[in-house]
């Protein structure tokens, strides 16, 4: 039996993906969740073997999810079922150690597949996605990333340097590095390009 835990903000798709999974003879939802905190507390209590997740949600993401099982070495495999088709989250998500990544607009019976593919210890990413995520490399670096998700939030500079504690010119400096490296011509447009990209 794949004992599963299953984290997902918005209830339809919760409730469709849990019916979906419990029709399955081999899958068993143990418990669902509808934000990132409530899945970790979750996932600690139960011990699933694999946890099915979005990227965008309240408290911790679902790439933020991944990490903290990867930081805590928890044997839990996980799989990501997202509106997201863009490389640079499947990127992201892969150095987290996500061994499934999967589009919510995929065949149905994909994801029960999925799980069983990732149960018996082997991958299952959605291979258009895969091929994308190795052509088109993420220019950032993380500090280039965090510094550039606070700016398009509209966070101000100063207030910027003091989250990250930095000084205001290496701010600036990130900032302009981002934007160079992006080919744009200011810090908006590169929120948007990163964002669109899957690089934020």
Do not use: C
């Not at 495999?77 to 640079?88: D, K, L, S, W, Y």
């Amino acid at each position: 039996m794949i004992r599963v835990l299953l984290a997902e903000d918005q209830a339809m798709v919760r409730g469709a993906l849990s019916a979906l999974l419990n029709l399955e003879t081999d899958i068993d939802v143990l418990a669902e969740a509808a934000d990132g905190e409530t899945a970790w507390r979750e996932l600690q209590r139960l011990k699933p073997d694999v946890l099915v997740t979005d990227i965008e949600m309240p408290g911790l993401t679902g790439l933020e999810l991944a990490q903290r099982i990867q930081r805590h070495e928890i044997p839990t495999r996980v799989v990501i079922v997202t509106t997201f088709a863009r490389p640079g989250f499947l990127r992201r998500a892969l150095d987290a150690g996500v061994v499934g990544y999967l589009l919510k607009d995929a065949p149905a019976e994909n994801l029960a597949d999925a799980l069983r593919t990732v149960h018996r210890g082997g991958r299952s990413i959605d291979p258009q996605l895969a091929l994308d995520a190795w052509t088109e490399a993420d220019p950032l670096n993380e500090r280039e990333r965090q510094v550039l998700r606070l700016a398009g939030e509209g966070v101000a500079a100063g207030e910027i340097a003091k989250r990250l504690s930095l000084s205001h010119g290496t701010v600036r400096n990130y900032l302009s590095e981002a934007i160079g490296k992006l080919g744009v011509t200011n810090r908006i447009e590169a929120y948007r390009l990163a964002r669109q990209k899957g690089w934020l």
